[in-house]
């Protein structure tokens, strides 16, 4: 695959894995899954968008993993807010999952307990145990956001989405079929918002 659809489906798999682990379904055998997907994507996605051996197995195992659990449990508001993108604009899933998932993650964390501590480990953080519970979080989030960076994936909704139509995109995320396995519950008002803040 080209690196651009690589990047987009590397990082769909790192969000099935990270919204599995946090989603209001997630249980211990699912845990066990998502935590191992994201560490496998999180040591492989960057060799995989530059086709080693390595990254390349390490990503077809990644998202293999994240979808043993996820299966299972659901997702979140990551995904209710890219598929009206995909609907909308044609943009690829997973770009639109990359975009948001920061955002998203920032949002959620007061209603995911230790789990992003458990999130920056997995992405190869280091000190995460000395860290704060907000100091973990900021690293679990920042953690994504670097690679998705790193593998080339716009940090932003500003090409993408009109303003016109932020309404319809915020009802249509909020009765999306992910939307209640959040962690955080939420209303199309804050959807709205979570989208204005990506413009």
């Not at 086709?51 to 043993?68: K, V």
């Not at 007061?110 to 145990?129: C, L, S």
């Not at 940090?155 to 932020?166: F, G, Q, W």
């Amino acid at each position: 695959m080209p690196k651009g659809l690589t990047a987009a489906t590397g990082m769909d798999a790192l969000t099935h894995a990270i919204e599995g682990y946090i989603t209001l379904g997630a249980w211990e055998m699912s845990d066990m899954f998502h935590l191992k997907a994201i560490e496998i994507i999180a040591k492989s996605l960057r060799g995989a968008v530059e086709n080693t051996d390595e990254g390349r197995e390490g990503m077809a195992l990644g998202q293999y993993i994240a979808g043993m659990g996820f299966s299972n449990v659901g997702l979140g508001i990551v995904h209710s807010m890219a598929h009206p993108l995909g609907a909308v604009y044609d943009t690829p899933h997973g770009v639109a999952n990359a975009i948001i998932l920061p955002t998203v993650m920032e949002y959620n964390a007061p209603a995911t307990g230790e789990k992003y501590r458990d999130i920056a480990k997995a992405m190869g953080v280091e000190g995460v145990d000395s860290m704060s519970l907000d100091e973990a979080r900021k690293a679990a989030v920042d953690a994504v956001r670097q690679l998705s960076a790193d593998v080339g994936i716009p940090s932003d909704l500003k090409d993408i989405v009109k303003m016109e139509d932020i309404d319809f995109l915020a009802q249509s995320a909020y009765d999306d079929a992910c939307r209640p396995g959040n962690p955080r519950e939420t209303s199309v008002e804050e959807i709205k918002e979570l989208y204005m803040s990506l413009l």
